[in-house]
């Protein structure tokens, strides 16, 4: 971890919603509005706990929606560091494995940071350090369609893993820790169709927060 000057206003921002919800798509909408160069993305997935140790039946049980699957403390620290200046290297998770993969993601620190994950408001350590706390909110059957096909798509699940996994965890992990969780939002935002509109407007925001004319 190295330390970097910090001579730009810093801005935390922490995105949550259920699976499928379009969290990760509007950080990046935004990242992209703002500018890449100033923004440093930090998705909650890369920080998995590693399950190597493990065996592939005892991974496959995992329940990976609940906080206790996530190395938190680890996510903690590296924002922390990343709102005070310093870059971090962040693990790198292999999904089809569920292990993480060797070496890491160098991360350095942005004028805009932005958090994302489906339980990045559970954690009280976490949000105080938010600036921002934004929920995105989206139907039930889309977030279902869009995480079936994500996760056939890039994680090399098939269709019977992914529906179980969905009824026996996701869901009920959803209804016990992210949508609660909807709570402590700043803002309330739709993940469905077109959000071009409340891309333009947060980014303005933020853009001005930084003291962009």
């Known amino acids: 971890m190295s330390t970097e000057a910090q001579t730009h206003r810093c801005l935390v921002v922490g995105i949550a919603g259920g ?3 379009g969290k990760t798509t509007l950080a990046r909408r935004l990242a992209r509005r703002i500018g890449e160069d100033r923004c440093a993305l930090v998705p909650q997935d890369n920080y998995y ?3 190597a140790a ?3 039946g005892a991974r496959a049980r995992v329940n990976f929606d609940h906080p206790d699957s996530l190395d938190s403390a680890l996510l903690v620290e590296h924002v922390a560091a990343l709102k005070a200046g310093q870059s971090v290297t962040s693990p790198k998770y292999d999904f089809a494995r569920h292990t993480r993969s060797p070496g890491g993601l160098e991360v350095h620190p942005r ?3 932005l958090v994302e994950g489906i339980l990045v408001f559970v954690w009280p350590e976490l949000v105080r350090l938010f600036d ?3 929920f995105v909110d989206a139907p039930d059957d889309i977030r279902l369609l869009r995480r079936v096909r994500r996760d056939i798509a890039d994680r090399g699940r098939d269709m019977d893993g992914v529906l179980a996994q969905y009824q026996e965890t996701v869901r009920p ?3 016990a820790f ?3 969780s909807a709570r402590g939002a700043d803002l309330i935002v739709p993940g469905e169709g077109d959000n071009q509109i409340v891309v333009k407007f947060l980014a303005t925001a ?3 927060f930084l003291g962009d004319d």
């Open 178 to 180: 992210v949508r609660p």
């Open 173 to 175: 992990m959803h209804d």
């Open 54 to 56: 493990l065996s592939a």
């Open 111 to 113: 004028e805009v940071i």
């Open 49 to 51: 706990k590693d399950l």
């Open 206 to 208: 933020m853009k001005s």
């Open 19 to 21: 699976t499928g919800s």
């Open 132 to 134: 921002l706390r934004i």
